[in-house]
């Protein structure tokens, strides 16, 4: 089997129970696993490789019994790059861009930071690739760059003493002055700020989410227009190297909050915090690529559980439900039907058991199909030069494309500042120029979203 990809990092899926030889270009790497039932069979049993396929022809032939298959992934890098991914590494003045670990541990420079910055980016593009894999859209990524330093003339106390969205304001200002301003027109990045610090708590201070908020200073994640923006305070947990990312995710070495900070959803430990924070980057990533927030999946409240995308084991874990600050407006909610609103991937479950029955089954790990429409339509993953038009008949209420189809119509709460989506059409399999909007529909207090084939968006908030 042949197959031609542009993901950096590829995740190789399947099924059997015993020993397995699997031929990575040169090297043959032996791995095992066993099932404790003798009766068992492969059906329920999974195995999965993540591999760095740069630059070279990847061969895994993967053995049981008398049965082989041999996969040749070959990685094709981007012909015509129109748009890219830049992602920085941001040492503040008066600093030495270490970022925040533990007294113990000294690899924490900038070098450090590069690397599991990279590798950061890399496993989002497996993630987004393998999604789109997994719905039958085919093989598409964004393309992305190494990451540099970019020296800011904040100084570090004063980065400190800034909320994230004046933080944002000004790295957004020295990325453009350094840059120009028509570099957003081509490419998108992806910055961390090396000034986040937390303060500790003590062993008699409250152990909270909230409390941890407060002892934390400029820890952004933060995602909008050409720039997402995220704090540091998590790269202690991050692997460097692509061997390492199944230990970085199965690490239970506990957080000593005295020195790092936790942000792991109250697990405490180091796979936890890597988790939640692959899965916050992932989430914000998705807002530069014009996604706005759902009621569950990646850009919803289910950012936690990213490991189960790379690991096969499928145990459950009882974590707090986050607020992605996403609750619908109850009167829009009323008008729009929103029981009828989105072609869910995997519904979300509610009660203890559905969400127990839901983490063994799958891995949690997922986009809203209007979500997965429009990053496949994205001029970031298409790398398209079309610049055709999307225009609205606001008397008519028709949204109408030219030169291309629509693919996907959103409805956005307007009111609520993360606006959420609270209706949606997908046009996968149809060729739609023209959309009528339902004569219910009242332009007021919502915000309409549209993308088409060409990645062409149009954008319109109504008052």
Known sequence: MRQQTRVIAALVEGCSISAKNIQEGLFTILFTFSTKKKESIAQNLKFSILSLRENCENIFEISY????????LK??????????????????????????STSDDNENDVSDALANIDLALKLTQC?????????????????????????????????????????YDEIAKEILN????????????????????????????????????RKTLANPALGGGFLCLMGSGSLFSYPKNVESVQAAFQNKKKVDLNQVLDDSNYRKTYGGCFSTSLGSLIHEIGHIFDLAHTESGLMGDDIDYVHRFFLTE???EVLPKRSIRC???????????????????KKPGGTFLEKYHQQKNNDMTFFEQSCLVTLWNHKWFTQSRHFD????????KILRSKDSFIRVIEIRELEHKNRIVIKSWIFSDINLSEFSFPKEILLKSISIFAISSNGVIYKEDFN
């Open 389 to 396: 038009e999307i225009t609205f008949n606001h008397e008519e």
């Open 75 to 100: 990685y094709e890098s981007f012909s015509n790059i129109n748009y890219d991914i830049q992602p920085i590494y941001i040492i503040h003045r008066n600093s030495d861009g270490k970022f925040q």
């Open 127 to 167: 993630v987004i690739s393998t999604k789109f894999n997994e719905n039958r859209l085919g093989e598409r990524s964004f393309a992305l760059r190494k990451c540099e330093e970019f020296y800011s003339n904040i100084d570090v106390e004063e980065a400190r003493k800034m909320n994230q969205w004046e933080l």
């Open 178 to 213: 350094k840059n120009g301003s028509d570099v957003r027109k081509y490419r998108k990045f992806v910055a961390f700020v090396s000034c986040t610090l937390f303060q500790g708590l003590e062993e008699n201070e409250e152990y909270s989410y909230s409390n941890i908020q």
């Open 327 to 345: 609750q619908i407006n109850k009167d829009l909610q009323s008008k729009f039907d929103i029981s009828k609103k989105f072609t869910i991937l």
């Open 314 to 316: 499928l145990f459950t």
């Open 65 to 72: 019994c008398n049965v082989k298959v041999v996969l040749n």
